[in-house]
């Protein structure tokens, strides 16, 4: 199941980069964050490949070390995805409501926040606020969820509301501002609900589990549960975006596909 989620997310997304990169019309600044939000995802289905490799030995083969990377890198890439899901809702929220365009000075800075912010918060296990350790089955390395002691409560309560809890906030205003707009223009196709449900699907398990870990005992959860995000994102956000859509058709058929000026628009 790993080595799927792993190879898929990784095509899939691969090709929203690679589309984004080499077909002009796509190089715009809302975009971009599309691609950013790709590049999260791709680094999450590395991590995935490699949890899938070790579970293919049985074993963690890369030592102490190896695991704190391991952990370090699929922390900082879990966040950087959440973070952009919040970021392209916001941009379309200005599209769509208030008819302001992104601008690529915006863009850039709102990128490099996202990934300066994500690596702060995920490189603090690793001077000793929280901790990174192998999960249950030792395959693999994460947050040490297990010991839901004093130092990984106060690291976990102000990490989820700066990395989750506001995001989720920001999906799911920004959606349900641009559904009434939509109301109100007449067109019933746009379902606020599906980035947002997305969103839940794909990290609330491991919310849930977090938390829960603050107050019982975590062994009792079964550790294989994974997440599936980077196949999710890639279908809502690249093969969902008529615009991103087209640039990707260009890309691997090189017939060009006329698309509406609006960009980011969402069936």
């Known amino acids: 199941m790993l080595l799927v989620e792993g190879m898929l997310g990784f095509l899939l997304n691969a090709v929203t980069i690679v589309a984004f990169l080499k077909v002009r019309e796509l190089r715009t600044p809302s975009n971009f964050l599309v691609f950013s939000l790709a590049m999260a995802d791709i680094g999450i289905s590395m991590n995935a490949s490699i949890a899938a490799?070790?579970?293919?030995?049985?074993?963690?083969?890369?030592?102490?070390?190896?695991?704190?990377?391991h952990g370090f890198h699929g922390f900082i890439t879990a966040l950087a995805s959440i973070h952009f899901m919040a970021a392209i809702a916001w941009d379309r929220y200005h599209q769509y409501c208030t008819r302001t365009k992104l601008q690529w000075s915006s863009a850039i800075t709102l990128a490099v926040f996202v990934w300066l912010f994500t690596a702060f918060w995920a490189a603090m296990p690793l001077i000793g606020w929280g901790e990174y350790d192998y999960e249950p089955l030792r395959t693999c390395c994460t947050l040490d969820y297990t010991k839901g002691d004093r130092n990984y409560v106060s690291y976990l309560i102000p990490m989820s509301i700066f990395n989750m809890a506001i995001q989720v906030f920001v999906v799911m205003s920004s959606y349900q501002a641009i559904a009434q707009k939509f109301k109100k223009t007449g067109n019933p196709r746009f379902n606020p609900n599906t980035p947002l449900k997305t969103m839940l699907l794909c990290w609330g398990p491991y919310g849930v589990l977090a938390f829960?870990?603050?107050?019982?005992n975590a062994n009792l959860v079964s550790p294989k549960l994974r997440m599936t995000s980077p196949i999710f994102n890639a279908f809502l956000y690249a093969l969902g975006n008529e615009n991103y859509r087209g640039g990707i058709w260009q890309f691997l058929t090189g017939e060009k596909i006329e698309v509406p000026q609006i960009e980011n628009k969402s069936k």
Not at 55 to 68: A, D
Not at 212 to 216: C, H, L, S
């Open 53 to 69: 490799f070790s579970s293919f030995l049985r074993y963690w083969p890369y030592g102490s070390e190896g695991c704190q990377t």
């Open 212 to 216: 829960y870990a603050a107050v019982e």
